[in-house]
């Protein structure tokens, strides 16, 4: 905007809420939770501890959190924040690090792209073992682009397994904070956006894995406190 002459607007301070929803700036104003509970019934449930499998607190509803988010959650005075959810159990895990390895996935899987041309080269490559592309993506606004590579995802019948074009595995060059399903991931080559498609599910964090042993550290020092 400010090199387009409009300084004012650059200016301006950038609004990061949804105007319809508003803000919850005092008693009795509407926030985000409370706007989503005019639509969807609030189903009360629990907070567990993803180290420790304990109970840590109580929730109205799996649809009022998003992963990566701080819990309203007071036990010994920490800070607990989302790392998954169940709808089916309602059930929220929560973790008391806001770097916790539960948080960080090195892959994520999409529904069908949506590509602005048409899939790149790397994709529609004859031979499978070469069918992938490097690129760049962002799934937040402000983010910086981060290196990755694509490649369709697989499925399957009773007697075979094929690639499945309508699925992309999201491979990135560094562990990712708070993937979340439902958002968009845009995919870039150098200045061109290639398209983008919504994040489904994100591939097993971190702590899932033990990378560098960091469940394992956790767990060693859980026992050790106790």
Known sequence: ARQAGFGEIADKKESMGICFVGKKVAPGGRGFQEFISQYVDDREGRFLDTDTGLEVGRHTGVHQWTIGQRCKINRDDEAY?????DAKTNDIMVVRDSHHPA???????????????????????????????????????????????????????????SLD??????????????????????????DTCLGSARIERAGPSLYTLNIKGCRTKIQEKLKDVT
């Open 81 to 85: 924040f989302v790392s998954s959810k």
């Open 103 to 161: 948080l960080y996935t090195e892959t994520f899987y999409t529904g069908p792209p949506h590509w602005i041309a048409a899939p790149p080269d790397g994709l529609r490559s004859r031979s499978i073992s070469r069918m992938q592309v490097e690129a760049e993506f962002r799934f937040q606004n402000q983010a910086p682009l981060t290196k990755c590579v694509l490649s369709f995802g697989m499925k399957s019948t009773s007697n075979w397994e």
């Open 165 to 190: 074009p309508e699925c992309l595995v999201v491979s990135v060059a560094e562990p990712l904070r708070a993937v979340t399903p439902g958002q968009f991931a845009a995919f870039y080559q150098g």
